[in-house]
């Protein structure tokens, strides 16, 4: 099960950071982690997301949100305030809102005070990350299987009907965002023809109706598409 740490201020004579790391949210895997029933939620989660991954796109942090909920429980809320059309809010209706608010958010910060988050979106920073720990052959030593399956489990989950992939993950297919997400996922050990409803498949596919792609390397020059 994964959880998410939060840095408390470290020495690393490889990695400085102007705070010393403090406030440095890792996702850090555990084997076994967590009771049967938190693991059950998580596959619940992912599996609800999958199912509706083209209509809603962003996660809208469910995870985070569920490991802090486990750590801080939501405390009793005042009854939800309803304004009948045609009626301004009172004092006491925006007291209310505000109260059950705080109380909401309240359970949504972290032990050292500060609300964590997601940054999900950008689908062309990671694959930055893939081709150098790549070319720099330490891949498998930065990454665990673990990290490589939920980033194979990202790629796919932010796929589009049409096969592609975007800048974004709300974006429309686009040549770079296709290429990009398509390599990562084989420099993630995905072959050609793997991915449910042949997702690999379609994504080369896509590179290649709309023209194929040619990727320059210090190993020369090849076609992404069908390799």
Not at 201 to 213: E, T
């Amino acid at each position: 099960m994964w959880r998410l740490k939060v840095g408390t201020g470290r020495t690393d004579p490889y990695l400085r950071t102007v705070k010393n790391h403090e406030g440095r949210e890792v996702w850090e895997y555990e084997f076994r982690g967590g009771t049967e029933e938190e693991r059950a939620h998580v596959e619940h989660l992912r599996s609800e997301f999958k199912k509706h991954r083209l209509e809603k796109k962003h996660s809208s942090d469910e995870m985070l949100r569920y490991r802090l909920s486990c750590i801080n429980p939501l405390p009793p809320m005042p009854a939800k305030v309803s304004v009948a059309e045609g009626r301004s809010a009172s004092a006491e209706d925006v007291d209310v809102t505000l109260r059950r608010a705080i109380r909401f958010y309240s359970t949504m910060q972290e032990e050292d005070g500060h609300w964590g988050g997601d940054y999900g979106g950008p689908m062309f920073l990671m694959p930055g990350l893939l081709i150098a720990c790549y070319s720099t052959g330490v891949l498998n030593f930065v990454l665990t299987e673990e990290h490589k399956e939920e980033m194979r489990r990202y790629l796919y989950n932010h796929q589009n009907a049409d096969g592609g992939w975007g800048l974004h993950i709300e974006g429309h297919s686009t040549m770079f965002g296709s290429v990009l997400s398509y390599v990562s996922l084989r420099l993630l050990g995905e072959g050609p023809e793997d991915g449910e409803d042949n997702a690999m498949s379609r994504g080369r596919n896509w590179i290649l109706d709309h023209g194929g792609a040619t990727f320059i390397t210090s190993w020369g020059k090849f076609w992404l598409a069908v390799q």
